[in-house]
């Protein structure tokens, strides 16, 4: 096991609501990444943070956004849900200097 | 933008048989990492390579990262029930510390 969690593990919600996922960093590791893995496809980056800033953005709109504390731990808020973003949400902790991650349990998000 | 392959998108084999996944790059890499995530599970950390030609061990798996650093393979030597997973290439965008993940290959082992 990694040292990384994530709450909660199941999550349904209706289109339009918003929802928080949660992640807890391994301990050491300073930077958190957040993945989407939709059914069948491998993780695609959604953002990252370093120190409690923004580090990085994939290809995702505004309405996905995140936080991370001073204990590295790190939310990630979706807004105005969509039926598409039905997924599995992966938290990867890391340290500042290394681009290996690794991965919490996830949170399955269904969106009805 | 960035683009990895990864072939085959699927592959049945029969237990103690042998497996093959390959990842190919439309851009040299500075790094490939392997990752492999279990039916249900999340993806484990299983290798990063970095130096062109290079070739790692782990028990019965063997990767390879090409030498022109644009492909790698993972190869599972005598696959067992245990091997059952889909299996990602992983690419570090440059300077960006973050990882772009291939369309994996899910490996299923018949008893």
């Known amino acids: 096991e990694t040292g990384v969690t994530q709450s909660p593990t199941h999550l349904i919600k209706t289109r339009g609501q918003q929802v928080t996922l949660r992640c807890s960093s391994q301990?050491?590791?300073?930077?958190v990444s957040w993945y989407q893995q939709a059914l069948g496809q491998g993780p695609q980056f959604i953002f990252q943070y370093y120190r409690e800033e923004e580090n990085g953005r994939g290809n995702f709109p505004p309405r996905f956004s995140g936080l991370q504390f001073p204990n590295y731990s790190s939310e990630l808020n979706v807004n105005a849900l969509e039926l598409d973003d039905s997924a599995l949400y992966l938290c990867?902790?890391?340290?500042?200097?290394?681009?290996?991650?690794?991965f919490g349990p996830g949170t399955r998000l269904t969106v009805t | 933008g960035q683009q990895v392959m990864q072939i085959p998108q699927y592959q049945h084999v029969q237990e103690g048989e042998d497996f093959t996944t390959y990842c190919n790059s439309s851009?040299?890499?500075?790094?490939i990492q392997w990752y492999k995530q279990r039916p249900g599970g999340h993806p484990v950390f299983l290798i990063q390579?970095?130096?062109?030609?290079e070739v790692k061990k782990q028990k019965r798996l063997t990767f390879q990262f090409g030498e022109a650093k644009k492909n790698s393979s993972l190869h599972i030597t005598a696959t067992q029930t245990t091997d059952v997973g889909t299996y990602f290439c992983?690419?570090?965008?440059?300077?960006?510390?973050?990882?772009?993940f291939g369309t994996g290959t899910r490996l299923t082992v018949i008893p």
């Open positions: 390579l970095v130096k062109s030609g």
């Open positions: 851009t040299t890499l500075s790094n």
């Open positions: 990867a902790s890391s340290t500042g200097g290394s681009v290996v991650q690794y």
């Open positions: 992983a690419l570090d965008q440059t300077g960006a510390n973050n990882l772009f």
């Open positions: 301990s050491g590791h300073n930077t």
